[in-house]
């Protein structure tokens, strides 16, 4: 899988691409363009437990998705948004 995200200067840039699904993550997701809202969650919870991570930066490609699973993907980011 493709690193959680990337370090600059503080902030973490963690990539949001493709078409979001509720699934666990799958080796072929990036060659079909999807994003699973699993992994968008674990990458928010790793960068907020980061002590280097001063901000989170989502960049976000995306043409919408799945509904199922955007709930607690937001839950997690609206978390975060008091500590990061």
Same mark, same amino acid.
């Given at each position: 899988f493709a690193p959680s995200y990337t370090l600059q200067g503080g902030t973490a840039?963690? =990539?949001i691409q493709g078409t979001l699904v509720a699934a666990e993550p799958q080796w072929w997701f =990036? *060659?079909?363009? *999807? @994003? %699973?809202?699993y @992994? #968008?969650?674990d990458w928010v919870e @790793? !960068? #907020? !437990? +980061? %002590?280097?991570v001063r901000q989170i930066l989502l960049y976000v490609d995306s043409p919408g998705g799945m509904t199922s699973g955007i709930a607690d993907? !937001? +839950?997690?980011i609206f978390a975060a948004r008091g500590q990061k």
């Open positions: 840039i963690i =990539p =990036p *060659y079909f363009g *999807y @994003q %699973s809202t @992994q #968008v969650r @790793q !960068a #907020v !437990a +980061d %002590s280097n993907c !937001a +839950d997690v």
